[in-house]
């Protein structure tokens, strides 16, 4: 150890063990089952509603269309969480760890729904586009400003410049290992391919992510379906322990609850990211009629992400036995894979096992795909926070220095080693979690009655369309301008070629 940086290194401990106490995991249950309950279990009573709204393709030169912003969001949601996250989680808190991620998605699911509702209710118009985001719900759904510049300052710090670095590194790790690439040579390739979309705007990072997220989606899925296939003996005893382990009542793991639940819920907020304040970004850009219609399908972006990219690895890691378990600061337990560092070399060897050859190089293929569009949608919500912040005075060199710096750490990262990433990582994780949990959670009332308002309208066959006055929620200022609603509404008729007014 390079012990001139014990110091940043125990720092960096610290604030991992401060912000990532029991308390932020019983917050996130707590605030999601929460909202699960107050809205009657909408996750459930509208997947059929959620999976019609998510193919609308309605845009406009503001704002992009409901599928546009589903794959942004899932951009964010789908990343290296997804293969090396996974395999964190169960080689830290064993395959308990796995029900706990399913627990925080489920519930998950219904705060995804309030945080994207809000962002798209308190959304503004600068520049041209639309933009949103906890920092705009906070400034005016409960009118404190400075909260919502600390919300986007930690922001633009944890996606600008924490939060890729995981990505980044995972890619060049993966690509290492399956090809051998020098991480110098792969990191500069992916800083230069990164640069030349992030400068095009968000209508470019949407096109790309239009396009990527559900190829990769559907290529690993099925992936991980021929590795189950093959392996179908073992499903119902991979069940057995996954459910038993998240319960201490699997005798190798009976001493593993609390850490099957931290790291069960800590990956799957980091996965799936309901409750930290990411995906309301990309739900603020769509063009909707009501702001429930991209909170629906941003609540189903949660199961795409964990019930069904997440689950996919877990089953292909446990399936085939390709794990090791070693809960922290004790003696392992699992030693299937020997020294091998927690992280997508798991993914890799459980697939090698199946298809030998293919393992490594797929897996380092899908982590690409998944880790450079989650890197997309960092910038994006890095970028939206900046526009907050200058919104008074839009500042030019900000936003280039701000790329600078983001393609700056990408490079950074790549050639550092994962350890750092990931505790850099969750730093940036847990602080927006925290700003922003705490922000919904007193602004329930107004999503509730978002929610309202819509199944109100739905119950009576209509499209429904937005009116804040309507329902009862204030300083909604871009649905109030786009509608121009009035209590006195007033019918011009032409007579005679002359308007006259009447009520």
Known sequence: MDYSLKWLNDLIDWLNSLIWSPALVFLCLAVGLFYSVATRFLQVRHLKEMVRLMFSRKSSQAGISSFQALNVALAGRVGVGNIAGVATAIAFGGPGAVFWMWAVAFLGAGTAFVEAALGQVYKEKLDGQFRGGPAYYIEKGLKMKWYAVLFAAVTVVATGALLPGVQANSIVSSIENAFGINPYLSGGVIAAVLAFIIFGGLKRIARVAEFAVPFMAIGYIVVAVIVMILNASEIPAVFSLIFKSAFGAEAAFGGMIGSAVMWGVKRGIYSNEAGQGTAPHAASAAEVSHPAKQGLVQSFSVYIDTMFICSATAFMILVTGMYNVTPEGKEPIVTTLGAMEAGPGYTQEAVESVIPGFGAPFVALAL????????????????????????????????????AVFIGMIFYSSIKTAGLAWALGDIGVGSMAWLNIIAIIFLSKTALRVLKDYENQKKQGKDPVFNPKEAGIANADFWEKEYQYEDSRTVTIAVDGKPLDSN
């Open 368 to 403: 690409f795909f998944f880790a450079f569009t989650t890197i997309m949608a960092y910038y994006y919500m890095a970028e939206t926070n900046l526009a907050y912040i200058n919104r008074s005075k839009r500042r030019i060199w900000s936003e280039y220095l701000l790329k």
